[in-house]
Structures are given as structure tokens and as C-alpha cells.
């Protein structure tokens, strides 16, 4: 019931969207190194704002599973800003224990997850005051390690 009360003042006010979402696109991903026992693999992303002011990215959820291994999940809290009409190119780390010393170039992998972003203006502070959560793009993809 609270939150369509709070829906309700949204429309009156002519709407909650006073701002695009970014877009995510998974580029790829990478094996930066491997040892005997374990490896570690970057996804690359692009971020990009489609408005015509800052938008705040707070947080990155994201889980990235790797052909013969255990799943890695994570949040990246860097608090990015993405700038007006700006694109940003970032790399979400992810570690994963090898067994028996298997050479992981060429494995399958997925990665998926969210980009929390912030508008900023009036009605926004006051759905994180009502404590309505901030709003999440999700990104999914996937390939094989270069």
C-alpha cells in the first residue's frame, strides 16, 4: 500500500523518470593470470549515460561462472559518476579455483548482474527517504576467455 501511494504521487507529479538509465555492455572477458591452483579473469564493461547531467552508479552486483569451476559473485563499490553524455569502460575482477592445473584459455563464461544508478532530483531523495530502493540496470553476456 505504501508504495502505491508513492506511485500515485509520482504520476501527479508528472512522473519518476527524470532520468535515463545507463546502458551496460559486456565487452568480454580475460584470463589475467593463472597459477597451479587458481586463476583470475577480468570482465570488461562499458557504461554509458544517455543524459545530459551526472549520474551517480553506486554499486555493482555481479556473479561471473567459468566452464569447470565454482561460481564467483561480487559488489563493486567504487561509487563511479558517470559524467553528462559520457561513456566508461571498467573491468570487474573475478578469482576461481583450478583443479589439477586445467588450462582455462578458451573456457566458456557468464557473467550477470546489475548497475545501480541514482537520479538526482527531489522526487528520488524522497523515495530513498521513504526507503524505496534506487532503481538497477541488469546486464547479462558471456563467451569464451581471450
Same mark, same amino acid.
Given at each position: 500500500?505504501? @508504495?502505491?501511494?508513492?506511485?500515485?504521487?509520482?504520476?501527479?507529479?508528472?512522473?519518476?523518470?527524470? /532520468?535515463?538509465?545507463?546502458? $551496460?555492455?559486456?565487452?568480454?572477458?580475460?584470463?589475467?593470470?593463472?597459477?597451479?591452483?587458481?586463476?583470475?579473469?577480468? $570482465? /570488461? *564493461?562499458?557504461?554509458?549515460?544517455?543524459?545530459?547531467?551526472?549520474?551517480?552508479?553506486?554499486?555493482?552486483? @555481479?556473479?561471473?561462472?567459468?566452464?569447470? &569451476?565454482?561460481?564467483?559473485?561480487?559488489?563493486?563499490?567504487?561509487?563511479?559518476?558517470?559524467?553528462?553524455?559520457?561513456?566508461? +569502460?571498467?573491468? *570487474?575482477? /573475478?578469482?576461481? +579455483?583450478?583443479?589439477?592445473?586445467?588450462?582455462? +584459455?578458451?573456457?566458456?563464461?557468464? $557473467?550477470?548482474?546489475?548497475? &545501480? @544508478?541514482?537520479?538526482?532530483?527531489? $522526487?528520488?531523495?524522497?523515495?530513498?527517504?521513504? /526507503?524505496?530502493?534506487?532503481?538497477?540496470?541488469?546486464?547479462?553476456?558471456?563467451?569464451?576467455?581471450?
Amino acid at each position: 500500500m505504501r @508504495y502505491l501511494w508513492m506511485l500515485l504521487v509520482c504520476v501527479g507529479m508528472g512522473g519518476c523518470i527524470s /532520468a535515463w538509465p545507463p546502458s $551496460v555492455e559486456v565487452v568480454g572477458a580475460e584470463l589475467m593470470d593463472q597459477g597451479p591452483e587458481g586463476a583470475r579473469v577480468e $570482465v /570488461a *564493461l562499458v557504461l554509458s549515460n544517455p543524459n545530459d547531467f551526472t549520474l551517480p552508479l553506486p554499486e555493482t552486483n @555481479y556473479s561471473v561462472s567459468l566452464e569447470g &569451476t565454482d561460481n564467483f559473485a561480487s559488489v563493486d563499490l567504487p561509487a563511479r559518476v558517470l559524467g553528462p553524455n559520457d561513456a566508461q +569502460a571498467i573491468r *570487474l575482477p /573475478a578469482a576461481f +579455483a583450478v583443479q589439477g592445473g586445467r588450462d582455462l +584459455a578458451g573456457a566458456r563464461w557468464r $557473467v550477470s548482474g546489475t548497475v &545501480t @544508478y541514482e537520479p538526482q532530483n527531489s $522526487v528520488r531523495r524522497f523515495l530513498t527517504e521513504s /526507503a524505496v530502493p534506487l532503481p538497477a540496470v541488469i546486464f547479462l553476456g558471456g563467451g569464451e576467455l581471450e
